[in-house]
């Protein structure tokens, strides 16, 4: 029978005559007096070795205190990191108004640097309204070139009036 008191021992595969591994045939530990710490209930620490399971006491580490909260204080809710909302908005404002996507989303970018945050929607944000802008602007020089040529092609200059 095993102690309710002691943790649980790591899972070992039983060798080929059912015992555990690393354990005699006879099922009780062995005593190896060259060995310290083999004598029964003597220089054994119960789990050593062991990891702690998730959600006992040890994280956040005792004293450690949030950024601009007593030591101790445990937010009900995981707050969004740093750039995050500005990354999407820079990713919105690139597809409404591009320019000023590029400068929203360079700021997303910088605060998720800021902390190691990869804003996927900044970065997408920023390519985007560059390739936007880009696209602005080259349809506002066609527009500008094609009429400059236009209006020349059909000879309508300063000169041509006549009062």
Do not use: C, R
Request: aromatic share 14%; hydrophobic share 35%.
């Amino acid at each position: 029978m095993t102690d309710p008191y002691q943790p649980p021992q790591p899972y070992s595969t039983p060798d080929s005559s059912g015992t555990p591994a690393g354990e005699p045939q006879g099922g009780t530990p062995h005593h190896d007096p060259s060995q310290p710490g083999t004598e029964q209930g003597y220089g054994q620490q119960p789990g050593y070795g062991q990891q702690q399971p998730y959600g006992q006491p040890g994280y956040p580490p005792e004293g450690y205190a949030a950024p601009g909260y007593p030591a101790g204080y445990q937010p009900a809710y995981a707050p969004d990191p740093p750039g995050k909302t500005m990354g999407i908005i820079g990713f919105v404002l690139a597809f409404v108004i591009a320019p000023a996507g590029i400068v929203v989303s360079a700021m997303a970018l910088s605060e998720s640097k800021k902390v190691g945050y990869d804003n996927a929607l900044g970065k997408w944000g920023l390519w985007l309204s560059i390739i936007f802008t880009a696209l602005g602007v080259l349809a506002v020089l066609a527009y500008v070139l094609f009429f400059v040529f236009f209006i020349g092609a059909m000879g309508l200059s300063a000169g041509s009036y006549s009062y």
